[in-house]
């Protein structure tokens, strides 16, 4: 059985950038990495399969990332939403593979990442990113002005409210930990086999996008 990691946090709070971090470790864009899975009728891969570097389990990321934003998000209710990210996960960490999902919609999800951490070890990493950073992070990402900062935070701490409440139910049957983003990205290199101290000096100067 392979390891589950999901990484929740609200939008802009550095999910993504915690993911591109961790599949430039797998050599993301290396020659033979990674594997992309299609699907007919899908334009973009619904996952990749990526090799360990150290020749550990290989890791299952579902979604894509060809977009600022990406992942879970990116399979929608046309692939099936969160019951099919549900169906993939377990798919693949039951065949021995880690799996590493993360998307604003899976943030706020119970039922199914419970019915997940009955079968796996799942791993909660929420990124502690304030609803303030959020906001900001936000309105430079999307290229919008000062204006939109007050809805974007009202929109920020709703979301982290319902995150909030999803992870708290978790932990009972999850191991949910709470991070900045450099920890949460250290621990999972921890979790994955990669090492401690792997691209930890870019994480920390690098900005959360």
């Avoid at 939008?11 to 470790?25: M, N, P, Q």
């Amino acid at each position: 059985m392979g390891i589950i990691i999901n990484p929740r946090g609200t939008s802009g709070s550095g999910k993504t950038e915690l993911v591109r971090r961790l599949l430039a470790d797998y050599g993301w864009n290396s020659a033979g990495s990674p594997e992309p899975l299609r699907r007919p009728g899908r334009d973009r891969p619904i996952g990749y399969r990526l090799q360990h570097p150290l020749g550990r389990a290989p890791l299952m990321v579902l979604g894509h990332y060809d977009r600022p934003t990406g992942g879970c998000d990116t399979i929608g209710a046309m692939d099936g939403g969160l019951d099919e990210i549900y169906r993939l996960a377990n798919r693949w960490a039951s065949a021995g593979h880690d799996v590493l999902l993360e998307g604003s919609a899976w943030s706020a999800d119970y039922m199914r990442s419970a019915a997940l951490a009955a079968r796996h070890s799942l791993y909660v990493l929420f990124l502690s990113t304030t609803v303030e950073q959020c906001a900001r992070n936000l309105v430079r990402r999307r290229r919008l002005g000062r204006h939109a900062y007050p809805s974007l935070r009202k929109a920020s701490l709703a979301q982290e409210l319902s995150i909030r409440a999803a992870c708290s139910s978790l932990e009972s049957v999850a191991a949910v930990e709470h991070w900045e983003f450099e920890g949460a990205l250290i621990r999972a290199r921890e979790l994955l086999g990669l090492g401690r101290t792997c691209d930890s000096s870019a994480a920390a100067a690098a900005p959360i996008l």
